[in-house]
Nanobody
Framework: QVQLVESGGGLVQAGGSLRLSCAAS????????VGWFRQAPGKEREFVAA????????SYADSLKGRFTISRDNAKNTVYLQMNSLKPEDTAVYYC????????????????WGQGTLVTVSS
């Protein structure tokens, strides 16, 4: 299984932007679908976005389309989540996940997970 290293979380004011990074360790993302999930305090983990590494095809949670963008950098073997127009309700721990099967990833049972990075949006 690929190992995932996340970075980029922090504190930002409402309306601001952050970019999260998810780097592969131990192997490349070739053949994987890579995604982001988030879990807010007291809430269940929810799907944010995913990208199929081989073709770069993104998918998003409907509620986040237009504000969040997932992308990849082949040379750096890294997936990014650009978050714009952040709202206090975006406050959560964001997790990177990867699996060879899109279905498993989308339902939250991916084979690889990062350690999580905290995003706090102040009002």
């Amino acid at each position: 299984q690929v190992q995932l290293v996340e970075s980029g979380g922090g504190l930002v004011q409402a309306g601001g932007s952050l970019r999260l990074s998810c780097a592969a360790s131990g192997r490349t993302f070739s053949g994987y679908v890579v995604g982001w999930f988030r879990q807010a305090p007291g809430k269940e983990r929810e799907f944010v976005a995913a990208i199929r590494w081989s073709v770069g095809a993104p998918s998003y949670a409907d509620s986040l389309k237009g504000r969040f963008t997932i992308s990849r950098d082949n040379a750096k073997n890294t997936v990014y989540l650009q978050m714009n127009s952040l709202k206090p309700e975006d406050t959560a721990v964001y997790y990177c996940a990867a699996d060879t099967t899109s279905n498993r990833l989308r339902i939250g049972v991916a084979g690889s997970w990062g350690q999580g990075t905290l995003v706090t949006v102040s009002s």
